[in-house]
């Protein structure tokens, strides 16, 4: 069965201390990895497409890596407009266009 | 920068009763999708639409649900007689400008509407 794992929940950081987010997963061929910002009472906001083991992404403080089972989020120097729901999702390969399985998503509250 | 655009962005039914959600797509994406979140609870996949038609969907998308788009335009999912359960935010997202591009496959969501079943 297909499925997403994130770690930690959550997790709390001080203005300045950088961390990594992390996201495992099982599917029958990846088609993609996809990281995605949540607020409270939000929708989803596309982040990053990752496709093949080794490649990575930046966005400001944000970077995305992916390996063969599992992917990091680092962020670097975060700031408190940085505190949101952090989401991944994984998209199985063959057939049209699928459907996106999430994780239950990483708290990140960063404190001044 | 085009968006995906939902509404109502809440919406309060009693049980047993019909809704309709309305959705916007980023024009000229190619393919539309419903997920919902119950609250605290992850994202999930209800449906996707492609070329007039059903492409995949979940068990959650049961009998009870249907989904049209009766223009160029809009995007909808109907639940015919809602239940205590159907409670959830539902999120409306299209990809695929075009399906030779790299970046066919990333999913754009809107706002979402969240459904209260009292």
């Known amino acids: 069965e297909d499925q997403v794992t994130q770690s930690p929940e959550a997790l709390r950081l001080q203005e300045g201390e950088s961390s990594s987010l992390n996201c495992s997963y099982t599917?029958?061929?990846?088609?993609?990895l996809f990281w995605y910002r949540q607020d409270p009472g939000k929708g989803p906001e596309f982040l990053f497409t990752?496709?093949?083991a080794g490649e990575e992404k930046e966005k400001e403080r944000l970077k995305a890596t992916l390996t063969k089972k599992e992917s990091f989020l680092h962020i670097t120097a975060p700031k408190p407009e940085d505190s949101a729901t952090y989401l991944c999702?994984?998209?199985?390969?063959?057939?049209?266009?699928?459907?996106?399985?999430f994780g239950k998503g990483t708290k990140l509250s960063v404190k001044p | 920068e085009p968006e995906v655009t939902q509404t109502p962005s809440h919406q309060v039914t009693q049980m047993g009763q019909e809704v309709i959600l309305r959705c916007v797509p980023i024009?000229?994406?190619?393919?539309f999708y419903w997920y919902r979140q119950i609250l605290g609870q992850k994202v999930e996949f209800l449906v996707s639409?492609?070329?007039?038609?059903?492409?995949?969907k979940s068990e959650i998308f049961d009998d009870q649900f249907s989904v049209e788009r009766p223009d160029g335009s809009n995007f909808t999912l109907k639940i015919r007689s809602t239940k205590l359960e159907d409670s959830a935010m539902y999120f409306c997202?299209?990809?695929?400008?075009?399906?030779?591009?790299?970046?066919?496959?990333?999913?754009?969501f809107g706002p979402g509407t969240r459904l209260t079943v009292t």
């Open positions: 997202a299209s990809s695929g400008r075009d399906r030779t591009l790299g970046s066919s496959y990333e999913q754009y």
């Open positions: 599917v029958s061929g990846l088609r993609g």
């Open positions: 990752l496709y093949s």
């Open positions: 999702a994984v998209q199985a390969a063959g057939g049209s266009q699928g459907n996106l399985i």
């Open positions: 024009s000229n994406h190619l393919y």
């Open positions: 639409f492609y070329n007039n038609e059903i492409s995949e």
